[in-house]
């Protein structure tokens, strides 16, 4: 069977659960471009009898994985990594909610279940082979990057990561399904062995209020429930305001950063729209109100 493809490259923070290990918050990391396991060697434990080898006990003693992505995207890379986001006060800045991803003494880089799907040929017949490693730790990526010249030189995300044995009773590292007819079989194997739900959450309700600010022309805007953990504010206004379609909607564009707390520029009588976006400004939840804004004297 010749391999000539990779996808899916899924993860799962990893717990131990008493010897049952179970996962939990898992997503995707990118969209994968290459992947090796490299095994530690273990040197074989003979049994010799009667002048000569009769048992031999040759057992897992570790590994290395490294994954490539075309790009490491944010929200992953904080969970793998075990990182923090900060907001950026970067004013007149073009990017919505900038944030630095912040590396320090805080950092705890947890365990989880990597799995990747192998696309190969048998047999002439395309086939796809779920590949899930039970227990991994990443490390910190090092920053490799080569200026533009007359023909782009395409530069990939490397990931590299200690593979062990889980806390199973019967201590596994690795399971690799056999070969199956779609990629959606090999992927949902993979969601199923990391505990990866295909239930999409429904878009939060904001409840959203607006009085006069302290300066005219301005508004203040209360939102409840408050934003939770690395979560930032958008915001719209205009005569009508159409609030994201649904959870996970791209708030990227046409929506303006805002820090929860400064008095908002716009007119009374129009709507104002509030989002509450994640670190790859997806909509988490969403509400709008009509506009009060403090009249000229």
């Known amino acids: 069977m010749a391999t000539i493809g990779l996808s899916k490259p899924y993860y799962a923070i990893y717990n131990e659960n008493g010897g049952n290990p179970t996962y939990a918050e898992g997503s995707l990391i990118g969209k994968a471009t290459e992947m090796t396991l490299e095994l530690e060697g273990a040197d074989a434990n003979v049994l010799y009898a ?28 904080l969970a793998i990594l075990g990182l923090k986001a900060e907001e950026m006060d970067l004013d007149g800045a073009a990017t919505t909610a900038p944030k630095w991803i912040v590396y320090d003494d805080d950092q705890a880089i ?14 002439g017949a395309t086939r ?5 490693l039970t227990k991994v730790q990443f490390a910190n990526p090092g920053i490799s990057a080569v200026t533009q010249g007359d023909t782009i030189e395409w530069q990939t995300k490397e990931l590299t990561a200690t593979v062990m044995r889980d806390d199973s009773t019967k201590h596994t590292w690795q399971m690799q399904s056999t070969p199956m007819k779609t990629e959606a079989d090999a992927e949902a194997a993979i969601k199923k062995a990391l505990g990866i739900a295909d239930n999409i959450p429904t878009l939060g309700v904001l409840t959203v209020s607006s009085a006069e600010g302290t300066e005219t022309g301005e508004t203040r805007i209360t939102v409840t429930p408050p934003k939770s953990g690395s979560n930032h504010y958008v915001y719209k206004t205009g005569a ?37 976006a994640d670190a790859g400004n997806k909509a988490v939840a969403a509400g709008k109100a009509t506009v009060t804004a403090k009249a000229g004297e």
């Open 128 to 132: 796809w082979i779920a590949v899930v």
């Open 110 to 123: 947890p365990y989880v279940g990597f799995g990747g799907v192998i696309k190969a040929k048998q047999s």
């Open 50 to 77: 009667d002048n000569g080898p009769a048992e031999s006990d040759n057992q897992f003693a570790g590994g290395t994985l490294t994954i490539s992505t075309d790009d490491l995207l944010p929200d992953p890379m």
């Open 240 to 276: 009508t305001v159409d609030l994201p379609a649904g959870y996970g909607a791209d708030v990227s564009s046409g929506w303006t950063a805002w820090n929860g707390t400064d008095d908002i520029a716009a007119a009374t009588g129009n709507e104002i729209g509030i989002v509450e």
